[in-house]
């Protein structure tokens, strides 16, 4: 009798499983889930919540106004902690998952790793900022960027650096990371270019705190301007030490050093430091109702990678309806040859998934972490 | 580069030695748990890391209560700090030592990383794995030179930092070398199970060890977020590797010798820095262990009889 009364059991119990996977199987099918992959915890996580910031409005608005195809999109937010080890294996999840559009991942080192999957397993993807060019020149079809890369932003801060502050002594650091040393070595071909040649041209470490005996060397060098290559918590102390020694050389850095972080970390030091970053998009009046919106769930739009990542989930939803299916490599396809009307701008992208167009503006870094453009 | 230039030189010792007494303060924990047990602890780092959060805290904390007064910052963050840290680092023993006192030397090991990895993301969780900064509350020093050209610079901060460091370590040699526990320590570390037998409460002592080392580890992290002002749940494992190395560097199990060893690295880091490049001060560091362990394969003060994990 027990045996036959637990045979019961089994049945209804596997009964209940198969039911209980075609509900979630349905469930899946009602949405089209977008992954957000990027840094929410780690040392760069501040970067994260401005992509995820951003993505979240897009869905959130997209949503309100009906969806796309009458479906809701839904944000999977994903954290790779900037770690090119953990990017791969949240790469895996957003395959396992069955996810096919993916904004993300922020730091190139986790992107370049990343991106090969999804290449692979026909999912499409936009960064919103990963800015080294390796990324694009791999030449795949699937992986898109909707922000500028350093060999534009490189020679836009070497040119500046030649022509407008022509320092007599110039060193350039970078943190020996894929982004940093890329962008360093950028800014170094172009002054090179133009006739100057740095005296000094180092990497530090990841998570390195003092740099004393660096700062005394550029300080008996002579130095008088320093580019550096890499995030802000290295950079904020690099300031401040170098403050600290009576080291008073001008320093600038690329956009993964602009952020309200760099203030608090370096204090007074970061008054006058030069940053080049996406112009301010949240100051286009195009965008004012926008921005009225992120102010309203009191958000700050100005980060770089705000708009950038909104504009990565509008040309994914825009596409989909466009082409009336969610097959990635179609839609990769369709974005690829057409231009999309977004919070960044007209945009389009040349064949290897870079934008056709994207500006860096330099600005001037203050003490209570605001910025305003040079010139 | 532009030739030799001796107040530079002046100025790189003065950065090393001051890297090198926080190495130093570390360095110690790690030496003074494996003089006694025989057992390296990696939870040292995560320790020290505790003791940086505890102190970066108290110090902003301090500050909201319009405590301005150096000292006595100093003194109340030192306190507080070295109470809980030193707690953490009792807890760390009572719980992944103690209970596996008789088993395999491995094992302890492995539970230490386990409560290496436990801290590490407990505080994340606590604290979020975010960096948390503060202003320097101690800025200003002493200038010395021509005032057109190179200056050495000493600061306030690497001063207190040089002062501090051979304060306790005076302390705790005198401690070790002096008092009644320290004689205790030292019995320990010679022979515990002929300890035990003489009456000696072998499993206090070890407590006290782990205590001892913890609260310098503290004291290492409150001068560290004074100094560098940034702490993350993550720098306990750099810091814990660079300290772990300068005691073998000067001799696990020597007191003196970490402190040399210390020293020692953090001079190294800071030349090769200034007159290589500074992507070779990890390479120089850790090829000076090398050196120094193929020559002198029980570190620069160790003793020839100790045995090796």
């Known amino acids: 009798m027990t045996n036959k009364f637990s ?20 469930a899946a099918e009602d949405t089209i889930k977008i992954a957000l992959a990027g840094p929410t915890t780690g040392p760069v996580a501040q970067y994260g919540d401005m992509q995820m910031m951003g993505a979240k409005m897009a869905v959130e608005q997209i949503n309100a106004k009906g969806g796309v195809n009458g479906k809701k999109l839904e944000a999977v937010v994903m954290d790779d902690a900037c770690e090119p080890k953990q990017a791969v294996a949240v790469a895996n999840q957003i395959v396992n998952q069955k996810i096919k559009f993916v904004i993300g991942h922020l730091c190139s080192g986790s992107t370049q790793p990343a991106s090969k999957l999804y290449e692979d397993e026909g999912i499409f993807m936009i960064t919103p900022a990963a800015t080294n060019p390796a990324i694009t020149q791999q030449k795949y079809k699937m992986v898109f960027r909707t922000i500028g890369t350093d060999d534009q932003q490189g020679p836009t801060a070497g ?45 530090i470490n990841k998570g390195q705190t003092d740099f004393s005996a660096l700062i005394t060397k550029m300080k008996k060098d002579g130095v008088d301007f320093v580019y550096y290559g890499g995030y802000h918590p290295e950079l904020g102390l690099l300031l401040r030490q170098s403050r600290e020694q009576g080291f008073d050389a001008k320093y600038m850095g690329p956009e993964g050093v602009g952020n309200k972080d760099i203030s608090a970390i370096a204090g007074p030091a970061s008054e006058g430091l ?23 769930k009191n958000e700050d739009p100005t980060g770089p990678f705000v708009m950038p990542a909104y504009a990565g989930v509008q040309i994914i939803a825009d596409a989909i309806k466009a082409t009336k299916t969610e097959d990635a490599v179609k839609i990769a396809d369709y974005v690829r040859k057409n231009s999309f009307q977004t919070p960044i701008g007209k945009v389009a992208f040349k064949d290897n998934g870079d934008l056709k167009e994207f500006e860096f503006v330099i600005f001037n870094w203050h003490a209570d972490a605001t910025k305003t453009p040079v010139k | 580069m532009s030739g030799f230039s001796f107040l530079e030189f002046i100025q790189q010792i003065i950065n090393g030695l001051t890297l090198g007494s ?30 940086a959060y505890v102190g970066l805290m108290v110090i902003t904390g301090l500050g909201l209560f319009g405590v301005h007064s150096i000292t006595a910052i100093l003194l109340v963050t030192l306190a507080i700090s070295i109470l809980v840290t030193g707690s953490y680092g009792w807890t760390v023993e009572r719980l992944a030592y103690r209970p596996l006192r008789g088993s395999p030397r ?15 993301n407990y505080v994340q969780i606590g604290q979020g794995a975010r960096d948390v ?21 000493v600061s306030y901060m690497q001063v207190l930092i ?30 515990r199970g002929m300890a035990n037998l003489l009456g000696i409460d072998t499993d206090r002592v070890i407590a006290l060890t782990f205590v001892l080392g913890a609260a310098l580890a503290a004291v290492a992290g409150v001068l560290v977020s004074m100094y560098y002002g940034l702490v993350n749940p993550f720098i306990g494992f750099i810091a814990g590797l660079k300290a772990f190395t300068a005691a073998v560097l000067g001799g696990i199990g020597s007191i003196p010798g970490a402190m040399l060893g210390g020293i020692v690295l953090g001079l190294a880091e800071s030349f090769a820095s200034a007159y290589l490049q500074t992507e070779y001060k990890d390479v120089v560091a850790f090829s000076l262990l090398i050196l120094v362990l193929l020559v002198r394969p029980t570190g620069l003060l160790g003793r020839p009889d100790v045995e090796k994990v």
């Not at chain 1, 998009?281 to 102010?295: R, Y």
């Not at chain 2, 190495?23 to 003791?51: D, R, S």
């Not at chain 2, 900064?133 to 610079?153: C, E, I, K, N």
């Open chain 1, 7 to 26: 045979r019961h059991i089994l049945s209804a119990a596997v009964t209940t499983i198969l039911l209980g996977l075609g509900s979630v199987a349905q």
């Open chain 1, 159 to 203: 040119k500046y650096i030649a022509g407008t502050v022509k320092p007599k002594k110039l060193a350039v650091i970078h943190d020996k990371q894929q982004y940093g040393e890329g962008i360093a070595k950028e800014v170094d071909k172009t002054v090179k270019a133009a006739g100057i040649t740095p005296v000094l041209f180092e990497g």
């Open chain 1, 274 to 296: 030069l940053v080049t970053l996406p112009a301010d998009f949240s100051a286009d009046p195009a965008n004012a109702d926008l921005v009225k919106a992120f102010k309203a």
């Open chain 2, 22 to 51: 926080i190495y130093a303060l570390i360095a110690i924990g790690y030496t003074m748990v494996y003089g006694i047990i025989g057992m390296i602890n990696f939870a040292h780092g995560e320790i020290y890391m505790i003791g």
């Open chain 2, 106 to 120: 491995l094992v302890p090991l492995i539970s230490a990383i386990g409560v290496s990895i436990f801290l590490q």
């Open chain 2, 133 to 153: 900064s503060m202003q320097p509350v101690l800025t200003g020093g002493w200038r010395f030179g021509p005032a057109d050209g190179f200056q050495v610079y």
């Open chain 2, 162 to 191: 040089a002062v501090i460091t051979v304060a306790f370590m005076g302390g705790l040699t005198l401690f070790i070398g002096r008092s009644r526990m320290g004689r205790a320590c030292r019995a320990c570390s010679e022979d």
